[in-house]
């Protein structure tokens, strides 16, 4: 190992920014760099509030090499696709835009490289340009759509819905498919019960258990989508909000889960390789949000990285499970929300997040 480590972290969103910044945080010698396919970070949260007021999406990119140089010196950045990651050599294989290719060494590996949704629009895909023009393009599509379907029944498809239900849900035909017994089926049922009225209240039909199974583009410019009860219908416009995959074609699979995310034991490190971490959405069986990043996750990888990268004594701190919490906007008047196992009522939702959906709060993370 070099006589100051050299940690690269892959992926410059919020996992691979708080990495730098716990890792720096130790004040100790150590070189970062920071891998990042987008030379800017997507504060993708709010995603659903730039599709009804697209100005919002100005506030949502944030420059990864101007973050890093506000975190500390020894914090570079490499904007790049990471292509292979050669775990016995130590090695990082990265390929710019214009086809170019870079090795970068490193003392130990941080994989923050996240997830992506089906559309760019809801996370980001490549370099931020692509997220930021299908952003504004799914807008445009929605203003100029009269039938509009979501398809998705967890928290973005809820979120999105209940943007679109303030905003035209009197004009136009809008419909959730959430594909379970109910909108976030996955939590408590009074939760469930109430993001279906709030998401009636705006003039949204929600159809339940039914989910698409296919969906195509017709020469029209129309979407048609089929069902999984055998059906099928036609849509102005078809929103596929629903799953996430996760970042990780670049690693070797036994590294992987059968879904493509990175194994690791209660301590973040690789089950397949001790001078590799993951943290973030890549990790396997986490519940891909920020709250478990911050709340879960961030103590974990600190806890790690003084006893593995700095060889402190103190004791390394095993991952819990993360605490039942969340909160849904559904229109900027409200939503639903558990925190610590307990319901939240609506105006706590707004007061939190609605109001803003938290654009403020991502630009301070990147500041």
Same mark, same amino acid.
């Given at each position: 190992?070099?006589?100051?480590?050299?940690?690269? %972290?892959?992926?410059?969103s919020?996992a691979?920014?708080?990495?730098?910044?716990i890792?720096?945080?130790?004040?100790?010698p150590?070189?970062?760099?920071?891998?990042?396919?987008?030379?800017?970070?997507?504060? =993708?949260?709010?995603?659903?509030?730039?599709?009804?007021e697209p100005? @919002?999406?100005?506030?949502?990119?944030?420059?990864?090499? $101007?973050?890093?140089?506000?975190?500390n010196?020894? @914090?570079?950045?490499?904007?790049g696709?990471?292509?292979?990651?050669?775990? $016995?050599?130590?090695?990082?294989?990265v !390929?710019? &835009?214009t086809?170019?290719?870079?090795?970068v060494?490193?003392?130990?590996?941080?994989?923050?490289?996240?997830?992506?949704?089906?559309?760019?629009?809801?996370?980001?895909? &490549?370099?931020?340009?692509?997220?930021?023009?299908a952003?504004?393009?799914l807008?445009?599509?929605?203003?100029?759509?009269?039938t509009?379907?979501?398809? &998705? /029944?967890?928290?973005?498809?809820v979120?999105?819905?209940?943007?679109?239900g303030?905003?035209?849900?009197?004009?136009k035909?809008i419909?959730?498919?959430? *594909?379970a =017994? *109910?909108p976030?089926?996955?939590?408590?049922s009074?939760?469930?019960?109430r993001?279906?009225?709030?998401?009636?209240?705006?003039?949204?039909?929600v159809?339940?258990?039914?989910?698409?199974s296919?969906?195509? !583009?017709?020469?029209e410019?129309?979407f048609?989508?089929?069902?999984?009860? /055998?059906?099928?219908?036609?849509?102005?416009?078809?929103? +596929?909000a629903? *799953?996430?995959?996760?970042?990780?074609?670049?690693? $070797?699979?036994?590294?992987?889960?059968?879904?493509?995310?990175?194994?690791?034991?209660?301590?973040?490190?690789?089950?397949?390789? +001790?001078?590799?971490?993951?943290?973030? $959405?890549i990790v396997?069986?986490?519940?891909?949000?920020?709250?478990d990043?911050?709340?879960?996750?961030a103590?974990?990888l600190?806890?790690? %990285? !003084?006893?593995?990268?700095?060889g402190? =004594?103190?004791?390394?701190?095993?991952?819990?499970n993360?605490p !039942?919490?969340?909160?849904v906007?559904?229109s900027?008047?409200?939503?639903?929300?558990?925190?610590f196992?307990?319901?939240?009522?609506?105006?706590?939702?707004?007061?939190?997040k609605?109001?803003?959906?938290?654009?403020?709060?991502?630009?301070? =993370?990147f500041?």
């Amino acid at each position: 190992m070099s006589a100051v480590p050299h940690v690269v %972290i892959i992926g410059g969103s919020f996992a691979g920014i708080s990495a730098a910044e716990i890792i720096t945080g130790s004040k100790k010698p150590v070189k970062v760099t920071i891998i990042s396919e987008s030379s800017h970070a997507y504060f =993708s949260v709010a995603s659903p509030r730039a599709l009804v007021e697209p100005e @919002v999406s100005k506030q949502l990119f944030h420059s990864v090499k $101007d973050k890093a140089s506000k975190i500390n010196k020894n @914090v570079s950045v490499v904007v790049g696709k990471a292509t292979k990651v050669d775990a $016995d050599s130590n090695t990082v294989v990265v !390929e710019d &835009g214009t086809g170019s290719q870079q090795t970068v060494l490193y003392d130990f590996l941080i994989l923050a490289s996240g997830s992506r949704a089906h559309s760019p629009a809801f996370k980001l895909h &490549g370099n931020y340009t692509q997220s930021r023009d299908a952003l504004l393009d799914l807008s445009n599509k929605i203003k100029s759509a009269k039938t509009i379907a979501v398809l &998705g /029944g967890g928290p973005t498809a809820v979120e999105t819905t209940g943007e679109l239900g303030l905003s035209y849900g009197k004009d136009k035909s809008i419909s959730i498919y959430t *594909g379970a =017994s *109910g909108p976030l089926a996955n939590w408590n049922s009074k939760v469930t019960e109430r993001a279906s009225q709030q998401l009636k209240n705006l003039n949204v039909q929600v159809v339940n258990v039914i989910k698409a199974s296919k969906i195509e !583009e017709n020469s029209e410019g129309k979407f048609e989508v089929q069902f999984s009860d /055998g059906t099928s219908k036609t849509f102005d416009l078809a929103i +596929s909000a629903h *799953g996430i995959i996760p970042n990780s074609e670049f690693l $070797d699979p036994k590294m992987l889960d059968k879904r493509g995310f990175v194994e690791t034991d209660e301590f973040l490190v690789s089950k397949a390789y +001790s001078n590799i971490l993951a943290y973030g $959405d890549i990790v396997s069986n986490r519940p891909c949000t920020i709250i478990d990043i911050e709340r879960v996750q961030a103590s974990t990888l600190s806890a790690t %990285i !003084e006893a593995l990268v700095f060889g402190g =004594s103190s004791a390394k701190k095993p991952l819990k499970n993360t605490p !039942e919490m969340g909160l849904v906007p559904i229109s900027r008047n409200g939503g639903v929300g558990v925190l610590f196992g307990w319901r939240v009522p609506s105006w706590f939702v707004r007061m939190l997040k609605s109001k803003d959906f938290m654009v403020s709060r991502g630009a301070k =993370s990147f500041s």
